[in-house]
């Protein structure tokens, strides 16, 4: 069982910088692919970004890839996503899942709450 919590969202300006939080309880969460999903008002989730379980390998959305870095630290864990350059539309809730990786919802387990991250014009 992984319990995840998200924290660092919030309202910025379209140019800055946010970087969102994930505190994972368990002692299996090196085990774990992580991934950052979104969901905008009106569309569907999202996927933005994930990290395998050495921290070795990532994989980005297009959207974000240049912007946004993932990153995790399973000593104490936790992951991150660093945005940068942010846009109006990257306006979403963002929410971290872990799971056995790839693209698709259906293939993370685990869910934390979500945060709000609201950029505006």
């Known amino acids: 069982q992984v319990q995840l919590v998200e924290s660092g969202g919030g309202l910025v300006q379209a140019g800055g910088s946010l970087r969102l939080s994930c505190a994972a309880s368990g002692r299996t969460f090196s085990t774990y692919r992580m991934a950052w999903f979104r969901q905008a008002p009106g569309k569907e989730r999202e996927f933005v970004s994930s990290?395998?379980?050495?921290?070795?390998?990532?994989d980005s959305a297009d959207s974000v890839k240049g912007r946004f870095t993932i990153s995790r630290d399973n000593a104490k864990n936790t992951m991150a996503l660093q945005m940068n350059s942010l846009k109006p539309e990257d306006t979403a809730v963002y929410y971290c899942a872990a799971g056995a990786g790839g693209r698709l919802e259906n293939m993370y387990k685990y869910w934390g709450q979500g945060t709000q991250v609201t950029v505006s014009s």
């Open positions: 990290v395998s379980g050495n921290a070795v390998y990532t």
